[in-house]
């Protein structure tokens, strides 16, 4: 009998286990939504690869729910909640995730998750290395070093947080591949003018009053108490026909200094609403209807909220540091960040020149083309897989 002539199967695509904690889905920032838009992508190349679910075990009810109605995938639960499990693995590598996934060729982390991967390859996701080493206690430089000793690959979400990362850790230099982040398939179509005037009304905006919008949690390298003074500068805004909407959560301490900071002003006229936290059409809807998008963050490696404002043509405001530069491009009106009257003149340039911002709006709409979710996981395949 010949060799050739004997009817051989089809090769096996590699296998990948998406592996996140389940229990960051409520209120998700950009790590979140990052790590379940990539899941979401990936599991439309399965020709590519064998994708399967990984998670610690779930606390929340809402959270389990999704992840029940997610693909028609291999998943797992482990016994443990993620927390749990990572810091078990900080002091254990034994028993790995393979333990009860089975065997795989890659464990994908799309943050930096310390993942005992046994005799898999690990790849993680860093974020904002920078809000790392300077913003997070001693233990988080700890745990990244260890972590990034053994990662196989390590994907970064901009040019300037690879800068950044490999200057941190020079023995990465190899291992480290750009892939971006990107806003969501909702946010690259119009909102109506229905859900514009809708979500006005949700935001406590009279219909007819312009605001500026901010989309950030309340953590201090965001900048919102900067920014509250210096929208309270904008000629606009401390007359009162111009309104600040600050999209986003915090803890109480945190939502407390900055209700302080607006009294303060000591200016009734001025009106700051502290809208909470908007996903989906209402976020869409807020970025569409709003004046501009201000974004004075003291420490960005990308900011997923500036990609999704211009993809709505809206008009963004934003520091010229850390890595804001690298995503709106020519399309921001750029600030110092830790100067009130470079913020509000910031603003009031963008207010005051129709034709300069239309450019820009179309500017940030070419560039906004160019993020899409689904882009993001073909590099990552074709960087594991190649």
């Not at 809000?131 to 053994?150: E, G, S, T, Y």
């Not at 990308?302 to 405001?317: D, R």
């Not at 709106?328 to 003149?345: L, N, R």
Request: aromatic letters at 8%; glycine letters at 4%.
């Amino acid at each position: 009998m010949i060799l050739d002539d004997l009817a051989m199967p089809n090769a096996l695509p590699p296998s990948m286990v998406w592996f996140y904690d389940m229990d960051a889905l409520r209120s998700p920032a950009g790590v979140t939504r990052h790590a379940v838009a990539m899941r979401k992508e990936l599991s439309k190349f399965s020709a590519q690869v064998r994708l399967s679910l990984a998670t610690g075990r779930i606390q929340d009810p809402d959270n389990l729910a999704t992840w029940e109605t997610w693909d028609d995938l291999p998943r797992i639960e482990l016994p443990c909640s993620t927390r749990t499990m990572l810091r078990y693995w900080w002091l254990s590598s034994w028993p790995p995730l393979t333990a009860w996934t089975g065997q795989a060729d890659w464990i994908y982390a799309p943050a930096e998750l310390a993942v005992a991967k046994g005799h898999a390859k690990l790849a993680v996701t860093s974020h904002d290395i920078a809000q790392d080493l300077r913003w997070q206690p001693p233990r988080r430089k700890a745990l990244l070093d260890k972590l990034f000793q053994v990662a196989d690959k390590v994907f970064s979400v901009s040019p300037y947080n690879t800068s950044e990362l490999l200057n941190a850790y020079p023995h990465l230099d190899g291992r480290v591949a750009l892939v971006p982040n990107a806003a969501d398939d909702l946010f690259h179509t119009p909102a109506s003018e229905e859900e514009k005037v809708s979500v006005k009304k949700q935001l406590g905006v009279p219909e007819h009053k312009p605001y500026l919008l901010s989309v950030a949690n309340f953590q201090p390298r965001k900048n919102l108490e900067m920014l509250i003074r210096a929208s309270a500068m904008v000629p606009e805004v401390a007359s009162g026909e111009m309104a600040v909407v600050l999209v986003g959560e915090g803890a109480e301490d945190q939502t407390r200094r900055l209700n302080q900071t607006i009294i303060a002003l000591k200016n009734p006229k001025v009106q700051i609403q502290m809208a909470g936290y908007l996903q989906g059409s209402a976020l869409r809807a807020a970025y569409a209807a709003a004046a501009a998008l201000v974004f004075p963050s003291l420490c960005e490696s990308f900011g997923i909220p500036v990609l999704e404002a211009i993809s709505q043509g809206c008009p963004v405001a934003l520091a010229n540091t850390t890595g804001l530069p690298d995503v709106a491009k020519d399309s921001g009106w750029y600030f110092h960040p830790d100067s009130a009257e470079s913020i509000a003149s910031t603003i009031s340039n963008l207010l005051a020149d129709t034709q300069l911002r239309e450019a820009r709006i179309a500017a940030g709409l070419e560039i906004s083309r160019h993020y899409r979710w689904n882009n993001s996981a073909r590099m990552v395949l074709d960087f594991l897989l190649k």
